[in-house]
């Protein structure tokens, strides 16, 4: 989890608390405070939310994993010595 998610929930929970007060009070500026900081921390939760799944996502696809999705299952099977790839066709020697 980044920081960035927990500093926006952090905002979002004390803008919800703020913009109760002000509700309760009367108070204007308390409740459009209120609403201002838990819409910034909605913002900043989703940049962690962003920056989460950038750390995530994988830097290139994988060999294997391109080739198993051309192939059958029972390709897969078989042991490696025993075929030859070449261009995305395969035979057996």
Known sequence: MDKDRIIGSAHQAKGAFKEKIGKVTGDAKTQADGTAEK??????????????AVRRAPRRPRRGVLLASAFNKN?????????????DVSYQI
């Not at 900043?44 to 920056?51: E, L």
């Not at 390709?75 to 261009?87: G, K, V, Y």
């Open 39 to 52: 819409s910034a921390g909605k913002v900043r939760n989703a940049i962690g939310g962003v920056k989460n």
């Open 75 to 87: 390709w897969l099977s078989q042991p490696a010595e025993r075929w030859r790839i070449d261009m």
